[in-house]
């Protein structure tokens, strides 16, 4: 998912930008549903940061996909809420429910885009290094590490068994074709832990002692703290005028 | 299926969070216990294997295909504590990486997907395990009863989080048998592969399933009276 770049958003620190996105999408989760302009200066903010960072509209647009699952339940909703009914589009269905589906929508969708923003401009390692930053366990961040480092060998292994399986003939059909599927990863977990075995003789013969030096500095500037802040600022504050509106209304 | 932002409103987020950040505190000092010294090589290789299974799709039926959860069969194979933490860095990277699964939400998808399946599905295996004679193919049992049950186990705990935070007012009547129905189903699958993985794990290296530990005999040295060489000559 990454792109390469050199926008002042693929600079900054990696736990700065972690921070932002989590502070963002939080200022629009906790924003009333039925305050829609909020969403859509939420949205104008994700465009303004997505064209500052240099990322193609197109490149969000097709990993949006990954939400699709959600959407489908979204829609389902109007259907299955109770309360008072209203008509649309000549079928009778919840209000509540049109306002669930809008939340899951907006909401869904708003922090689907934050993340890709965050992943399209750090590098998967630096990004760790950012989760690091953030007191997180080291150990945790080494399973990441590890997980991440030696995943493409992983399924790389599980596609030289669908190879083999092809080769020999064999293609899933239906549910008692699951004992050569469970054969497989049975193998592939053996695989798995060995080279998890050798990996870690590898590491302790080169002096690891359960910490891994750091490479990378990635310490933040006050500046590029304050540059990073102005997204969950603006968003709080727009989450935060949302409320007002609300309550005047009320 | 990860929960999205704003699925879950932001209190009850939090709380999931509480929980789950709880979950995997008590999970790092247990799992120094299960790993002789628990590496993180090791228990990076295990992840890496679940995100791979995950990517493992199997026909259901018309069409349609499931997918892995892997909390179970992480907890069967390398003990339940590493079980929760190789589920929530593969949850946790998903998120950040792959922008699958809300930020927000993270708490609510490691608390479902990973504490909730590593612990009903091991406490499951372990119960069975003790109560079945021992032997490979009660282990296989076990194996597929303690994956059918986390499944449906991990969809009820999306529903009481969904009752308490949930966004929008679906009646649970309507909500709790259409989700326990489609995860039963869900979780046969998940309990095939998962007995079937345990069982094939089990042939070969039976040392290396946590959960059936002390099921086989322990391998005893036999040492034969030595031969000299001009009695075998002989």
Not at chain 1, 13 to 21: E, F, T, Y
Not at chain 1, 46 to 69: D, M, N, S, T, W
Not at chain 2, 120 to 126: D, P
Request: glycine residues 10%; aromatic residues 8%.
């Amino acid at each position: 998912m990454y792109r390469p770049g050199d926008s002042p958003v693929h600079r900054l620190p990696p736990h700065c930008k972690i921070l932002a996105v989590l502070g963002f999408v939080l200022a629009v989760v906790a924003t009333p549903r039925e305050q829609m302009w909020a969403f859509a200066v939420y949205a104008l903010l994700l465009a303004g940061a997505a064209a500052f960072a240099g990322v193609p509209y197109g490149h969000v647009a097709r990993r949006v996909l990954i939400e699709v699952p959600f959407v489908g339940f979204a829609f389902l909703l109007p259907f299955l809420a109770t309360g008072p009914r209203v008509e649309v589009l000549g079928l009778e269905v919840s209000q509540n429910g049109l306002w669930g589906a809008w939340n899951i929508l907006a909401k869904g969708t708003l922090g689907v885009v934050a993340s890709i923003l965050l992943a399209t401009t750090t590098e998967p390692r630096v990004l760790l290094l950012g989760v690091e930053r953030l007191r997180v366990p080291p150990l945790l961040t080494q399973i990441a590490t590890f997980m991440f480092r030696y995943g493409d060998v992983v399924v790389a292994e599980m596609r030289r068994m669908r190879t083999a399986r092809a080769a020999r003939g064999f293609e899933a059909r239906d549910l008692r074709d699951a004992r050569i599927l469970g054969r497989s990863l049975g193998a592939l977990f053996l695989r798995c832990f060995e080279r998890g075995e050798r990996v870690h003789l590898a590491m302790l013969s080169r002096g690891y002692d359960g910490r891994m030096p750091v490479l990378l500095r990635t310490d933040a500037s006050g500046g590029q703290w304050a540059a990073s802040a102005v997204l969950p600022a603006t968003a709080a504050a727009v989450s935060l005028a949302a409320w007002m509106a609300q309550w005047t209304l009320l | 299926m990860h929960v999205p932002d704003g699925f879950i409103d932001a209190p009850v987020s939090a709380v999931a969070g509480v929980i789950a950040a709880a979950g995997i505190a008590v999970s790092l000092r247990g799992s120094r216990r299960e790993l002789d010294d628990l590496t993180a090589p090791l228990a990076g290789l295990t992840a890496a294997f679940v995100f791979a299974a995950q990517m493992l799709n199997f026909p259901v039926a018309g069409g349609t295909s499931g997918h892995l959860l892997g909390g179970a069969l992480a907890a069967i194979l390398v003990g339940p504590f590493t079980g929760v933490l190789v589920v929530s860095v593969v949850l946790a990277v998903q998120a950040l990486i792959f922008a699958d699964g809300g930020l927000t939400a993270l708490g609510v998808n490691i608390t479902i997907m990973a504490v909730v399946t590593a612990a009903v599905g091991y406490g499951v295996f372990r119960l069975l395990v003790r109560v079945l004679p021992r032997s490979r193919p009660s282990a296989t049992a076990a194996a597929f009863v303690a994956a059918l049950v986390s499944v449906p186990a991990s969809a009820l705990s999306f529903v009481a989080f969904y009752a308490v935070g949930g966004t929008t007012d679906v009646p649970l009547s309507t909500v709790v048998p259409a989700m326990l129905g489609v995860h039963v189903l869900i979780g046969l699958g998940e309990a095939l592969i998962t007995a079937l993985t345990v069982s094939s794990v089990l042939a070969v290296r039976p040392d290396l399933v946590h959960g059936a530990r002390g099921l086989s005999e322990p391998l005893r040295l036999v040492v034969n009276e030595p031969r000299r060489p001009e009695e075998a000559a002989s």
